[in-house]
Nanobody, 123 residues
Framework: VQLQASGGGPVQAGGSLRLSCLLS????????MGWFRQAPGKQREFVAA????????DYADSVKGRFIISRDTAKNTVYLQMNSLKPEDTAVYYC?????????????????WGQGTQVTVSS
């Protein structure tokens, strides 16, 4: 299983970006995909996750109401729509996947990781 994240870039505070994560193969619908981020000098933290089967979602408190995670099962792609971006959202964003029907917010659970895409929000 390979994941390819894209869509990052520079943006001004208050702006929007949409990240995409392409899953190279899906052998089962029983998968969860998540987005994590890592800012310089900080640990990688949970942002959002979605179950591919039911579409259930979970968000970190810091992004609730601003970010939306969604999936396109026909394209094996998960999106992270990021609105009202803040400088503190600046980080490398990683997508991750693993086999479960649950929505998991724990970094250590995920076995498969993408390469990361940089998001830089300027004030």
């Amino acid at each position: 299983v390979q994941l390819q994240a894209s869509g990052g870039g520079p943006v001004q505070a208050g702006g929007s970006l949409r990240l995409s994560c392409l899953l190279s193969e899906r052998t089962t619908w029983r998968m969860v995909m998540g987005w994590f981020r890592q800012a310089p000098g900080k640990q990688r933290e949970f942002v959002a996750a979605i179950s591919l089967s039911a579409g259930n979602t979970d968000y970190a408190d810091s992004v609730k109401g601003r970010f939306i995670i969604s999936r396109d099962t026909a394209k094996n792609t998960v999106y992270l729509q990021m609105n009202s971006l803040k400088p503190e959202d600046t980080a490398v964003y990683y997508c991750a996947a693993d086999s479960t029907t649950k929505v998991v917010a724990v970094r250590g659970f995920y076995e498969y990781w993408g390469q990361g895409t940089q998001v830089t929000v300027s004030s």
